[in-house]
């Protein structure tokens, strides 16, 4: 059939309606929607007919539908697409036949060859347009049609992509016959490849492509576009097309890949991997800089791809070397993670040729260089990808120290995601080391001194067996140059001084010995001499007659070398190596032994050696990430965490340190923090090795004993914290519990340190479940308080405490008007606390004050009647300290008192029987208070409520009965009635137990009122009661009596606080703190007038008392217990405490602080004010460092912009160039913004003329410098650049000024105040920090009972002298002289008896 037209693909659609020009097919009609349906009919009648040609007649109806397709109903555009499958697949069918043809005609060539590009167009032009519906489909996220309308649009849009698959099997099966007969035998048209291509490109870029549903219309992609390349060159155009997709949607770039990896490796289409990287390696690394899309999606593709082909990525690796140079971050990730695959999966192993093995190293050394890159992402992915390396094994051993080395260093980045990688990294280099399980630093040394000592002894005989192999005739060659030198010298003239001094020997053969050790010694001259004259003395004899030379020159050398190598007959040498030849041919043959053996040495001891580099490594990053625990991001807390879980299965010393540093984590407000501490010990201790059930149990109990050895009692709280949350989830084993039951009561045999963990670790568990001790009470008290308790008090102190879990934690499900569990005052626990406690109280123990503590607590936790059983252990001791002054009175053979005993009078007692009865009191005075205002008070409220709920029933009952149809009205008065009665009953308890403290406890009646002035007296007579430790109980006790009545509290603050200034002992100062600290939480008002003598204590001499008194004025101030004035300034300066344990208290406060709302921003000028003024004693460095760490927590803009205004107005009100320069660098700490900046200028005549001063010039200057460097608006930088003139020109300006003013009066200029050479914070001597006149009682802001104040006479001074004042002084001027108030009116004595040996 002949056809008169060629049908042309077109660039457009448009361009069919146009005429192209002669023989060109043209659209001769577009057909309206509504013709559309009958003329598909027609089509399809045809197509019955004449099969596939049918579309030369009936091409424009399609067309027509093509260009109406939105207007088409979907039905019609379904019907077509079916029949262009139809077609296509009936024309593909027919092909091979048609084109295995050799007699076809040309007519019928082209007419096929019309059918199929116009078969093809509309079928490709038919699926563009389902595409592009659909993806607009999806893209619209609100469908104004409704429910119906939504549904039908998922339907055929899940239609569509059903039918994709198959269409796109349809055309790859087209694409694989040899259509180039069509064309002649030519080469197909670029067009209709681009044609059929083109709607798989546009099916790529619909963005749900990559979803897992999708799998197969990926793949029929993917083969599609493989037939295009391998049987129709088409490897320029996607090389194009490729490239400009993966600019522009970044979805493709794993598609691309893993098709790219399939062409290459099925296909055989490994140049188009080259082709592809070179593409984008010429891409311009400044276009990619600005270009994040594209950017992406290249990074992703390489990224992919070298996961999938790496040996093929890494034969083009070097034409994407050059963006490592580049600004894009994310480039430079993509190639070094190309690299880190190409290492881990192709340059791996011991077996690689030299080449390989330098394209490893080189890739290793680019790796380990962008370790320090300047962007913080591509540093995290580095370490991310050397984790990797190391996990597969890939890391070769000879890079393992400088791999490591710089992980330890990024531990320090600045960068939070940084820090989270190394420490991953670090944890991987430990999980996956080559060394040993083992890497203590302390067991690799022995054993690497060791080999490394064999080493150099087997090379030291290596040495000595290897000299045979320099033979005689070699040693001589190498001397011959400095022979003949000698010998030449024989025959000039003798130089002035030179003497002759050796002679020939009798005979020829003592004559060759002599030359021949003369020649082993290195004196040639001799030598040629000595020779010279032996040559004329002993003509013809041997040695000296072998062949006579031309000259005599020649004729001495002969004659030497015959001597040294030993060939005359007259050579007698004891060089023990110069033995016969046969000899070593012999020694020769085992050499290679100890050679090989010498190589296995060397590498035992790098291999020790690297080991213990690496230990010291990692000991040295478990410093720094033990540090870490603490910081504010979650994310590197559960890695520093996890770290350490690593580290412990390596029996590293310091593991335990950093396990134990976690535990206080436990208490963490955020909840991951806290699981990752809980999941931690699990790891650690939940699950230990054994092969039974006891061997197990075993395991734990003793990891858990070994946390708790010299532990403190905060570590003891966090583990307990943890073991009881273990054993509310039943994670505790019942063996576990069953051993330590056993090693209490000895059924099992264990030390004594044993023993009192498992008492310890029973308590722990007992508050998770309270049960576990509830259940074995009676064993607990038999074994744990027996009469052998006094041999062990700590013991005995341990089963106090873990008794006493019974009383705290009430279950919730008890209900909160349930009564308190407690026990019936002769229960046998109480007798045998009392028992131990007497008995205990007149025997010299250290660890009697904290048994005895921890018992009187327990007593008044539990006992019924707990005031009762105390009185009476109170009566028992006091007894024994009368006895004891009995037995004094009656021993008069010595005169002179003990050391070790305390006198008044005519009577003595030993001093810790004194300190044991001032902690009694002290303990049952304090545990009295809080039994009252906790225990009773509770109890109180509890009946009250029981009371009003029986009364509310009753009347409700009552009303029931009667039927009142106001009765919902009356119960809601009711209830508001008893409401107002429970408020005011809440205040008549609370004033109750207030009037028993205040008038009863201390009442003359009471037993307290007994002891409180033998306390007293020990406080006021620091000289006679000299005893360190009996003055720090004693001022113990005296803050807890002080707790009982603020009346009492009031009379004696002022002795209290004065003791805290002026005792020269550290430990009455710590104890009186704490007591201050508590007195200021019960009394605020009584004790805010004294606050500035608790700061005082922050630049105490003793770093022990510094330290509680931070942590006291941390609790007092973050509870708003003390109102935080300027003196925060002194919590300020424990930052720069030279002890750690100071400085991390200091951290800790200001980081709590900083929580609360702008209270730092607050703080910070009167901070600065007080800190650079050059009284305070804080160094200009210190300064800075202060300042460095408190304006951290600055973080919001406008707080900076007012500090900024702030900070300017203080120059004004400055005095000092000191002063001047504090307030200029702490401006460099702030962060400007645009508005920082114009109050910089707006202020600018504030510190104009300060200018002058370098120092502050030169802040001013960072300030600038940094603002720059962050970038901003053009009117910004503008608006920067005048002020750094008018800096610039008022510094200037200054220093004209100053040089006129020299030059014209002489008056020198004055000169910058001179820094201190002081430490950091000025420690003042005690005895100047406090005069006495400061120690006038400051007037309170507001009293509570004004009466009382005004019946009170005014206050006299009152003059304390200390021991350092009294070596010289009498006995009856020891004793202090106090106001009359604060003298007890009437001293009441223990017992009636001893009141006159008392006072």
């Given at each position: 059939?002949?056809?008169?037209?060629?049908?042309?693909?077109?660039?457009?659609?448009?361009?069919?309606?146009?005429?192209?020009?002669?023989?060109?097919?043209?659209?001769?009609?577009?057909?309206?929607?509504?013709?559309?349906?009958?003329?598909?009919?027609?089509?399809?009648?045809?197509?019955?007919?004449?099969?596939?040609?049918?579309?030369?007649?009936?091409?424009?109806?399609?067309?027509?539908?093509?260009?109406?397709?939105?207007?088409?109903?979907?039905?019609?555009?379904?019907?077509?697409?079916?029949?262009?499958?139809?077609?296509?697949?009936?024309?593909?069918?027919?092909?091979?036949?048609?084109?295995?043809?050799?007699?076809?005609?040309?007519?019928?060539?082209?007419?096929?060859?019309?059918?199929?590009?116009?078969?093809?167009?509309?079928?490709?032009?038919?699926?563009?347009?389902?595409?592009?519906?659909?993806?607009?489909?999806?893209?619209?996220?609100?469908?104004?049609?409704?429910?119906?309308?939504?549904?039908?649009?998922?339907?055929?849009?899940?239609?569509?992509?059903?039918?994709?698959?198959?269409?796109?099997?349809?055309?790859?099966?087209?694409?694989?016959?040899?259509?180039?007969?069509?064309?002649?035998?030519?080469?197909?048209?670029?067009?209709?490849?681009?044609?059929?291509?083109?709607?798989?490109?546009?099916?790529?870029?619909?963005?749900?492509?990559?979803?897992?549903?999708?799998?197969?219309?990926?793949?029929?992609?993917?083969?599609?576009?493989?037939?295009?390349?391998?049987?129709?060159?088409?490897?320029?155009?996607?090389?194009?097309?490729?490239?400009?997709?993966?600019?522009?949607?970044?979805?493709?770039?794993?598609?691309?890949?893993?098709?790219?990896?399939?062409?290459?490796?099925?296909?055989?289409?490994?140049?188009?991997?080259?082709?592809?990287?070179?593409?984008?390696?010429?891409?311009?690394?400044?276009?990619?800089?600005?270009?994040?899309?594209?950017?992406?999606?290249?990074?992703?593709?390489?990224?992919?791809?070298?996961?999938?082909?790496?040996?093929?990525?890494?034969?083009?690796?070097?034409?994407?070397?050059?963006?490592?140079?580049?600004?894009?971050?994310?480039?430079?990730?993509?190639?070094?993670?190309?690299?880190?695959?190409?290492?881990?999966?192709?340059?791996?192993?011991?077996?690689?040729?030299?080449?390989?093995?330098?394209?490893?190293?080189?890739?290793?050394?680019?790796?380990?260089?962008?370790?320090?890159?300047?962007?913080?992402?591509?540093?995290?992915?580095?370490?991310?990808?050397?984790?990797?390396?190391?996990?597969?094994?890939?890391?070769?051993?000879?890079?393992?120290?400088?791999?490591?080395?710089?992980?330890?260093?990024?531990?320090?980045?600045?960068?939070?995601?940084?820090?989270?990688?190394?420490?991953?990294?670090?944890?991987?280099?430990?999980?996956?080391?080559?060394?040993?399980?083992?890497?203590?630093?302390?067991?690799?040394?022995?054993?690497?001194?060791?080999?490394?000592?064999?080493?150099?002894?087997?090379?030291?005989?290596?040495?000595?067996?290897?000299?045979?192999?320099?033979?005689?005739?070699?040693?001589?060659?190498?001397?011959?140059?400095?022979?003949?030198?000698?010998?030449?010298?024989?025959?000039?003239?003798?130089?002035?001084?030179?003497?002759?001094?050796?002679?020939?020997?009798?005979?020829?053969?003592?004559?060759?010995?002599?030359?021949?050790?003369?020649?082993?010694?290195?004196?040639?001259?001799?030598?040629?001499?000595?020779?010279?004259?032996?040559?004329?003395?002993?003509?013809?004899?041997?040695?000296?007659?072998?062949?006579?030379?031309?000259?005599?020159?020649?004729?001495?050398?002969?004659?030497?070398?015959?001597?040294?190598?030993?060939?005359?007959?007259?050579?007698?040498?004891?060089?023990?190596?110069?033995?016969?030849?046969?000899?070593?041919?012999?020694?020769?043959?085992?050499?290679?032994?100890?050679?090989?053996?010498?190589?296995?040495?060397?590498?035992?001891?790098?291999?020790?050696?690297?080991?213990?580099?690496?230990?010291?490594?990692?000991?040295?990053?478990?410093?720094?990430?033990?540090?870490?625990?603490?910081?504010?991001?979650?994310?590197?807390?559960?890695?520093?965490?996890?770290?350490?879980?690593?580290?412990?299965?390596?029996?590293?010393?310091?593991?335990?340190?950093?396990?134990?540093?976690?535990?206080?984590?436990?208490?963490?407000?955020?909840?991951?923090?806290?699981?990752?501490?809980?999941?931690?010990?699990?790891?650690?201790?939940?699950?230990?090795?054994?092969?039974?059930?006891?061997?197990?149990?075993?395991?734990?109990?003793?990891?858990?004993?070994?946390?708790?050895?010299?532990?403190?009692?905060?570590?003891?709280?966090?583990?307990?914290?943890?073991?009881?949350?273990?054993?509310?989830?039943?994670?505790?084993?019942?063996?576990?519990?069953?051993?330590?039951?056993?090693?209490?009561?000895?059924?099992?045999?264990?030390?004594?340190?044993?023993?009192?963990?498992?008492?310890?670790?029973?308590?722990?568990?007992?508050?998770?479940?309270?049960?576990?001790?509830?259940?074995?009470?009676?064993?607990?008290?038999?074994?744990?308080?027996?009469?052998?308790?006094?041999?062990?008090?700590?013991?005995?102190?341990?089963?106090?405490?873990?008794?006493?879990?019974?009383?705290?934690?009430?279950?919730?499900?008890?209900?909160?008007?349930?009564?308190?569990?407690?026990?019936?005052?002769?229960?046998?626990?109480?007798?045998?606390?009392?028992?131990?406690?007497?008995?205990?109280?007149?025997?010299?123990?250290?660890?009697?004050?904290?048994?005895?503590?921890?018992?009187?607590?327990?007593?008044?936790?539990?006992?019924?009647?707990?005031?009762?059983?105390?009185?009476?252990?109170?009566?028992?001791?006091?007894?024994?300290?009368?006895?004891?002054?009995?037995?004094?009175?009656?021993?008069?053979?010595?005169?002179?008192?003990?050391?070790?005993?305390?006198?008044?009078?005519?009577?003595?007692?030993?001093?810790?029987?004194?300190?044991?009865?001032?902690?009694?009191?002290?303990?049952?005075?304090?545990?009295?208070?809080?039994?009252?205002?906790?225990?009773?008070?509770?109890?109180?409220?509890?009946?009250?409520?029981?009371?009003?709920?029986?009364?509310?029933?009753?009347?409700?009952?009552?009303?029931?009965?009667?039927?009142?149809?106001?009765?919902?009205?009356?119960?809601?008065?009711?209830?508001?009635?008893?409401?107002?009665?429970?408020?005011?009953?809440?205040d008549t308890e609370a004033e109750l137990i207030r009037s028993i403290c205040e008038t009863e406890l201390l009442d003359e009646k009471h037993l307290f009122s007994a002891f409180v002035p033998l306390v007293l007296k020990i406080c006021n007579n620091p000289g006679l009661y000299s005893d360190p430790a009996l003055s720090a109980a004693a001022a113990l006790a005296l803050g807890k009596v002080c707790m009982i009545s603020s009346e009492f509290c009031d009379s004696h603050l002022r002795l209290l606080f004065t003791m805290m200034e002026k005792s020269t002992l550290p430990g009455v100062r710590s104890n009186l703190v704490i007591a201050a600290g508590d007195l200021a939480i019960r009394f605020p008002n009584l004790v805010e007038p004294?606050?500035?003598?608790?700061?005082?204590?922050?630049?105490?001499?003793?770093?022990?008392?510094?330290?509680?008194?931070?942590?006291?004025?941390?609790?007092?101030?973050?509870?708003?217990?003390?109102?935080?004035?300027?003196?925060?300034?002194?919590?300020?300066?424990?930052?720069?405490?030279?002890?750690?344990?100071?400085?991390?208290?200091?951290?800790?406060?200001?980081?709590?602080?900083?929580?609360?709302?702008?209270?730092?921003?607050?703080?910070?000028?009167?901070?600065?004010?007080?800190?650079?003024?050059?009284?305070?004693?804080?160094?200009?460095?210190?300064?800075?460092?202060?300042?460095?760490?408190?304006?951290?927590?600055?973080?919001?803009?406008?707080?900076?912009?007012?500090?900024?205004?702030?900070?300017?107005?203080?120059?004004?009100?400055?005095?000092?160039?000191?002063?001047?320069?504090?307030?200029?660098?702490?401006?460099?700490?702030?962060?400007?913004?645009?508005?920082?900046?114009?109050?910089?200028?707006?202020?600018?005549?504030?510190?104009?003329?300060?200018?002058?001063?370098?120092?502050?010039?030169?802040?001013?200057?960072?300030?600038?410098?940094?603002?720059?460097?962050?970038?901003?608006?053009?009117?910004?930088?503008?608006?920067?650049?005048?002020?750094?003139?008018?800096?610039?020109?008022?510094?200037?300006?200054?220093?004209?000024?100053?040089?006129?003013?020299?030059?014209?009066?002489?008056?020198?200029?004055?000169?910058?105040?001179?820094?201190?050479?002081?430490?950091?914070?000025?420690?003042?001597?005690?005895?100047?920090?406090?005069?006495?006149?400061?120690?006038?009682?400051?007037?309170?802001?507001?009293?509570?009972?004004?009466?009382?104040?005004?019946?009170?006479?005014?206050?006299?001074?009152?003059?304390?002298?200390?021991?350092?004042?009294?070596?010289?002084?009498?006995?009856?001027?020891?004793?202090?002289?106090?106001?009359?108030?604060?003298?007890?009116?009437?001293?009441?004595?223990?017992?009636?008896?001893?009141?006159?040996?008392?006072?």
């Amino acid at each position: 059939m002949a056809v008169a037209w060629e049908f042309h693909l077109p660039f457009a659609p448009a361009d069919l309606l146009r005429d192209g020009g002669p023989g060109r097919y043209v659209v001769q009609e577009v057909l309206p929607v509504r013709d559309l349906p009958p003329a598909l009919t027609a089509f399809r009648t045809a197509f019955r007919a004449r099969g596939a040609l049918a579309v030369l007649q009936h091409f424009d109806p399609l067309y027509s539908l093509l260009h109406h397709f939105r207007a088409v109903q979907t039905a019609v555009k379904e019907d077509a697409l079916e029949l262009m499958m139809q077609v296509v697949s009936k024309h593909s069918n027919e092909l091979p036949a048609i084109l295995g043809d050799s007699e076809l005609s040309h007519a019928d060539r082209s007419a096929h060859l019309n059918a199929l590009k116009m078969n093809c167009y509309l079928l490709t032009g038919l699926m563009d347009a389902f595409e592009m519906e659909t993806c607009n489909n999806s893209l619209l996220e609100v469908d104004p049609g409704g429910k119906n309308k939504k549904n039908r649009t998922k339907t055929a849009q899940s239609s569509w992509e059903e039918e994709r698959e198959p269409l796109l099997q349809l055309l790859t099966q087209l694409l694989q016959l040899d259509l180039r007969q069509l064309w002649g035998g030519f080469v197909v048209e670029e067009e209709f490849v681009s044609l059929m291509t083109g709607s798989c490109y546009r099916i790529l870029e619909n963005p749900s492509i990559g979803l897992q549903k999708h799998r197969a219309t990926r793949e029929a992609v993917t083969h599609l576009l493989a037939a295009a390349l391998v049987h129709y060159d088409h490897m320029f155009s996607a090389t194009l097309k490729i490239t400009q997709m993966l600019q522009h949607f970044e979805h493709v770039a794993p598609v691309f890949a893993q098709a790219v990896s399939l062409w290459a490796t099925e296909y055989g289409l490994k140049s188009l991997v080259g082709e592809l990287l070179r593409e984008i390696g010429q891409k311009s690394p400044q276009d990619l800089a600005r270009d994040t899309s594209g950017v992406k999606g290249y990074a992703t593709f390489i990224t992919e791809l070298s996961e999938r082909i790496p040996a093929l990525v890494l034969s083009n690796m070097s034409v994407l070397l050059r963006h490592l140079d580049g600004e894009s971050y994310m480039m430079r990730n993509a190639i070094l993670a190309a690299m880190a695959e190409v290492l881990t999966q192709v340059l791996n192993g011991d077996k690689l040729e030299e080449v390989a093995r330098g394209t490893r190293d080189q890739f290793l050394n680019m790796l380990q260089a962008h370790i320090c890159d300047i962007n913080g992402f591509v540093r995290s992915r580095v370490l991310q990808l050397f984790t990797r390396i190391v996990q597969r094994k890939a890391l070769p051993l000879t890079q393992f120290q400088s791999v490591v080395s710089l992980a330890v260093g990024r531990l320090k980045d600045k960068s939070v995601v940084v820090v989270k990688n190394a420490i991953q990294l670090l944890a991987a280099f430990l999980s996956n080391n080559p060394f040993s399980c083992k890497l203590s630093c302390a067991d690799l040394a022995e054993p690497l001194k060791k080999e490394t000592q064999k080493l150099q002894e087997m090379r030291d005989h290596g040495r000595s067996t290897a000299a045979p192999a320099i033979t005689p005739e070699e040693e001589w060659e190498a001397m011959l140059p400095e022979v003949r030198a000698a010998t030449q010298q024989l025959f000039q003239p003798p130089q002035e001084g030179e003497e002759e001094v050796l002679e020939v020997e009798e005979t020829a053969e003592s004559t060759s010995e002599q030359i021949t050790g003369l020649l082993r010694k290195l004196n040639y001259k001799s030598a040629a001499r000595l020779t010279q004259k032996a040559l004329c003395r002993f003509q013809g004899k041997e040695p000296f007659s072998g062949p006579t030379e031309d000259n005599e020159e020649a004729t001495i050398l002969g004659v030497l070398k015959r001597l040294y190598t030993g060939s005359c007959p007259g050579e007698n040498s004891e060089d023990p190596p110069r033995g016969n030849s046969s000899l070593n041919t012999e020694e020769v043959v085992p050499e290679e032994q100890p050679q090989s053996e010498l190589v296995k040495q060397e590498m035992l001891v790098q291999y020790l050696q690297d080991a213990y580099d690496f230990s010291v490594k990692i000991t040295e990053a478990l410093s720094l990430i033990s540090r870490m625990m603490y910081e504010n991001s979650v994310s590197v807390v559960q890695e520093a965490i996890e770290f350490f879980v690593t580290v412990s299965k390596f029996s590293v010393p310091q593991a335990l340190l950093g396990v134990r540093r976690m535990l206080p984590l436990i208490w963490s407000k955020e909840p991951a923090v806290k699981e990752a501490v809980l999941n931690a010990y699990r790891r650690l201790y939940l699950n230990p090795t054994g092969d039974s059930e006891r061997a197990r149990a075993q395991s734990l109990v003793h990891s858990l004993s070994l946390i708790m050895v010299d532990a403190s009692l905060g570590t003891i709280q966090c583990l307990e914290e943890i073991i009881s949350e273990f054993v509310q989830k039943d994670e505790v084993k019942p063996a576990v519990i069953q051993l330590l039951w056993e090693r209490f009561t000895e059924k099992s045999q264990c030390s004594s340190l044993e023993r009192r963990a498992a008492v310890m670790l029973l308590g722990m568990m007992a508050r998770g479940k309270p049960e576990i001790v509830g259940s074995n009470l009676d064993v607990l008290v038999t074994v744990g308080l027996s009469e052998k308790a006094c041999e062990d008090y700590r013991l005995a102190q341990e089963v106090c405490n873990a008794i006493s879990k019974l009383a705290s934690n009430p279950k919730p499900a008890q209900g909160k008007n349930k009564a308190p569990f407690r026990l019936p005052q002769n229960h046998m626990l109480f007798g045998c606390l009392s028992e131990t406690v007497s008995k205990g109280f007149a025997q010299r123990s250290g660890h009697w004050i904290p048994f005895m503590e921890a018992a009187v607590m327990l007593i008044y936790q539990l006992a019924e009647g707990a005031e009762e059983i105390c009185a009476q252990i109170l009566q028992d001791c006091s007894r024994q300290a009368l006895e004891k002054l009995q037995e004094a009175d009656g021993q008069k053979a010595d005169p002179a008192v003990s050391p070790s005993r305390v006198s008044d009078g005519d009577s003595s007692l030993p001093t810790f029987l004194l300190m044991h009865l001032v902690s009694l009191v002290g303990q049952v005075a304090l545990q009295q208070v809080a039994y009252l205002e906790v225990s009773v008070s509770a109890e109180l409220r509890r009946r009250r409520i029981l009371r009003e709920e029986e009364k509310t029933k009753k009347h409700s009952d009552s009303s029931t009965k009667k039927q009142r149809p106001q009765s919902t009205g009356n119960e809601t008065t009711m209830e508001e009635e008893l409401g107002l009665v429970g408020a005011s009953a809440d205040d008549t308890e609370a004033e109750l137990i207030r009037s028993i403290c205040e008038t009863e406890l201390l009442d003359e009646k009471h037993l307290f009122s007994a002891f409180v002035p033998l306390v007293l007296k020990i406080c006021n007579n620091p000289g006679l009661y000299s005893d360190p430790a009996l003055s720090a109980a004693a001022a113990l006790a005296l803050g807890k009596v002080c707790m009982i009545s603020s009346e009492f509290c009031d009379s004696h603050l002022r002795l209290l606080f004065t003791m805290m200034e002026k005792s020269t002992l550290p430990g009455v100062r710590s104890n009186l703190v704490i007591a201050a600290g508590d007195l200021a939480i019960r009394f605020p008002n009584l004790v805010e007038p004294w606050t500035s003598h608790l700061y005082a204590r922050l630049r105490d001499p003793c770093p022990s008392v510094r330290q509680t008194a931070g942590l006291v004025m941390t609790h007092l101030i973050l509870k708003d217990m003390v109102k935080v004035k300027g003196q925060v300034s002194e919590m300020a300066t424990l930052l720069i405490d030279p002890e750690e344990a100071i400085m991390g208290v200091a951290q800790n406060f200001f980081s709590e602080l900083s929580s609360k709302d702008n209270a730092i921003y607050n703080l910070l000028p009167d901070i600065i004010s007080r800190l650079s003024d050059p009284n305070c004693g804080v160094e200009e460095e210190s300064f800075h460092v202060i300042m460095r760490h408190l304006f951290s927590y600055i973080t919001k803009d406008k707080q900076t912009e007012s500090l900024v205004e702030k900070l300017c107005q203080r120059f004004r009100t400055a005095r000092t160039e000191r002063q001047y320069r504090d307030l200029a660098h702490c401006l460099t700490l702030l962060a400007l913004s645009e508005r920082g900046l114009r109050k910089l200028q707006d202020n600018f005549d504030c510190f104009a003329d300060k200018l002058q001063d370098p120092a502050v010039y030169s802040c001013f200057q960072t300030v600038m410098a940094r603002f720059r460097r962050a970038g901003g608006k053009p009117e910004t930088k503008v608006l920067a650049e005048e002020l750094e003139q008018k800096l610039a020109a008022s510094h200037n300006r200054g220093l004209d000024s100053a040089e006129t003013c020299q030059e014209g009066s002489g008056t020198p200029m004055p000169e910058p105040a001179k820094r201190k050479t002081t430490g950091g914070s000025c420690r003042h001597p005690l005895n100047t920090v406090n005069r006495d006149e400061d120690f006038v009682t400051p007037k309170p802001r507001n009293l509570r009972n004004p009466k009382r104040a005004q019946k009170r006479p005014p206050c006299k001074k009152a003059i304390i002298t200390f021991s350092s004042d009294e070596e010289n002084s009498s006995e009856d001027e020891l004793s202090a002289e106090l106001r009359e108030e604060e003298t007890p009116t009437k001293t009441t004595p223990i017992t009636r008896s001893s009141a006159r040996r008392l006072r």
